[in-house]
């Protein structure tokens, strides 16, 4: 079935660039999601990426998408530490509005 | 933008009782809603697809009888836990859609904490 997979942890230091990396197994997934939810708090839309595409610039943030190693990564320059929470991606699974996510990856930012 | 709201944002239950979920889209309407369950540090994982009107779509694994979806409207939609029990402690979000399948129109509540004594 379909899976996707995060690393669990990142720190970094505030203003280093953060890179939070992805794989997917489903390759009819047409969009990619990235999303970010504080602590007791739902999800946020960040930013997504058309499969046909292999990069999306949006401000701070830039994703990349490998589509023939099914990886897809979100880059978020110049960190600040209200960049700290935790980080989804998720493919929609056949167009369908389901949204299949990973486990999320927790991005600690030092000051 | 869009906003999705969630009613209550926590709630502590006995076991044994039903405690009622509500989703509501306040600006547009959400013809799809979708209801999702999170673990501590853990993902989010899909529960059912509530389409207004019609009956809900439940992944596998989920217990329907126990996890009453009701779509009544094109801006409510609600989930009854139903008998609940410890386990059915959890972190209880839904999602809503104008356009289920297209890009970025899906948008997230914030959420409700469960917590079954």
């Known amino acids: 079935g379909e899976d996707v997979e995060q690393s669990l942890f990142l720190s970094v230091r505030e203003g280093d660039s953060s890179v939070i990396n992805c794989t997917y197994t489903d390759s009819s997934s047409t969009y990619l999601y990235w999303y970010k939810q504080e602590p007791g708090a739902g999800l946020q839309l960040l930013t997504y990426?058309?499969?046909?595409?292999d990069m999306k610039q949006d401000q701070r943030l830039t994703v990349l998408l490998n589509k023939k190693d099914k990886h897809l990564s979100l880059r978020i320059a110049d960190t600040q530490t209200g960049d700290s929470a935790i980080y989804f991606c998720a493919e929609d699974s056949g167009n369908t509005g389901k949204l299949i996510f990973g486990q999320g990856t927790t991005l600690q930012v030092k000051p | 933008g869009a906003v999705v709201s969630q009613h209550p944002s926590w709630v502590i239950c006995k076991s044994g009782t039903s405690v009622k979920i509500e989703c509501r889209s306040l600006?547009?309407?959400?013809?799809?809603m979708f209801w999702y369950r999170q673990f501590p540090k853990q993902s989010l994982m899909l529960m059912a697809t509530s389409n207004e009107g019609s009956k809900a779509t439940y992944e596998q694994g989920v217990e329907k009888d126990k996890f009453l979806i009701n779509h009544a409207s094109l801006t409510l939609s609600t989930l009854t836990v139903t008998s609940a029990h410890p386990e059915d402690s959890s972190f209880y979000i839904c999602s809503a859609s104008s356009s289920p399948g297209e890009s970025d129109e899906q948008y997230f509540g914030p959420g409700t904490r469960l917590t079954v004594t």
């Open positions: 600006d547009f309407q959400a013809t799809t």
């Open positions: 990426i058309f499969s046909n595409m």
